[in-house]
């Protein structure tokens, strides 16, 4: 972030640029930090063409949410679950992909879970069993919109 600023300030220096690109270019900078200090930073970087490359060469699958500002390598064995940000999980028809009561994806056992709406309601993996992951699930009825369920 701080380069584009460095930048930002020699081309003003030089008369370089306009007013308008110069507020522009200091609101991308300003949008940028504020997105990687809410954690944002990981699921707004896109992969490069070598990075992309890389990943299928070695078997991989480039994972996308349909704009390049969003990608991830999920290796051989893993499947890619649209979550936010994304996430790969493995292969496992029982294991899939949901967002945590903390924020970042995690994987979960779908078979272990059984009907979700009837597990022990939670604020954060600390309050379930060993083995178990809490995770966001707004669509059960009643107070608690979170659920233990079982770890991948």
Do not use: H
Request: hydrophobic share 25%; with cysteine; glycine share 10%.
């Amino acid at each position: 972030m701080f380069e584009e600023l460095d930048e930002l300030a020699r081309d003003l220096a030089k008369n370089d640029i306009s007013r308008r690109q110069a507020m522009k270019w200091a609101g991308y900078s300003v949008l940028g930090a504020t997105l990687s200090s809410m954690g944002f930073a990981e699921s707004a970087e896109a992969l490069t063409r070598k990075q992309r490359r890389r990943c299928r060469r070695r078997g991989g699958t480039v994972c996308s949410s349909g704009t390049r500002a969003s990608e991830i390598c999920c290796r051989k064995g893993e499947t890619c679950y649209f979550t936010t940000p994304l996430i790969c999980c493995s292969n496992d028809p029982l294991c899939s992909g949901a967002t945590s009561a903390a924020g970042p994806p995690v994987c979960y056992n779908t078979l272990g879970a059984g009907d979700i709406c009837n597990r022990p309601t939670c604020n954060t993996d600390t309050e379930c069993s060993a083995g178990e992951v809490c995770i966001r699930t707004p669509g059960c009825p009643g107070t608690g919109g979170n659920r233990c369920v079982p770890a991948c």
